[in-house]
């Protein structure tokens, strides 16, 4: 089991914990508000699971089947974990309207509040590790997990703030209406999640940022060469892909050209990793005279 796999893995545990603690809060309490807080976390499980199951697929090797690799089923995975999120904010939402109709008075039970500050602490903490360990290893699965139970922390802090002002003011009906709130900031992380999934799974190119610092080290590493144009990348999960046209001196030998894509391939892996580069060699009259001009 790979790094990936163990934070992963690790995320299912402390999911099963906070639900735990989360759900003694909304017993304690009787507040709607912490009862939706809690639902989430049956979401955040539920992802975890999934997200666990996507990064174990995208590790494999490719194969005949499947060339490019299983990198893609990341994207996929986060698409599910975003139909979730929409799910627990629609659950949400209808508990918070049979609330607001019907109104409970809250149970003033400070350890009830402790427990649920205890869960969002935790659920923090974890929080940051999927997000900066998901970015650091280029995990589609656990940045989109991580970015899920931030909307969670958030949601959380909020939840707790207000069920602490309606047991103070005595005004049940705020207790509904902040579990009115938390679905509509699930519903919306929910929607941006998929959103930027989709974009993955329909091949979108890198951040305009990446592509120069691309352009950058091809135009530095091939010097012998003419220009290269046609440049063309795409994410598949941890896997970027490079394709390019390099344009080469007519005369120039299949071994020299060969040379200067080596080259040019070493840098770019120096700078973005892993990367599947493809490279197709033309001669000079198929130069378009744009694109990368080489330095």
Known sequence: MNGVQKIAAGS?????????LKFAAFWLTGSI?????????????VTA??????????????DAAHPYGHGKVEYFSAVIVGVFIVVAA??????AWHGYRNPRPLVAAPQGLLVNGLAGAVNAVWCWVLIHRGRRLRSPALVADGRH????????AGVLLGVLLAITTGWAVLDPALAALVALNILWSGWQLMRESVGGLMDVSLPE???AQIRGVISANADGAIEAHDLRTRNAGPLTFVEFHLVVP????VSTAHDICDRIEQAIRAEIEPVLITIHVEPENKAKHSGIIVL
């Open 250 to 253: 007519g005369d120039m030998t």
């Open 49 to 62: 699971v999934v997200a666990l199951l996507a990064v174990r697929t995208s590790a494999k090797p490719a």
């Open 90 to 95: 629609l659950l949400i939402l209808s508990e």
């Open 149 to 156: 139970l931030l909307t969670d922390v958030i949601s959380s």
């Open 209 to 211: 940022s990446m592509l």
């Open 33 to 45: 508000a912490l009862y939706s807080d809690a639902l989430e976390s049956i979401v955040n499980v």
């Open 12 to 20: 299912i545990g402390v999911g099963l914990l906070v639900l735990g």
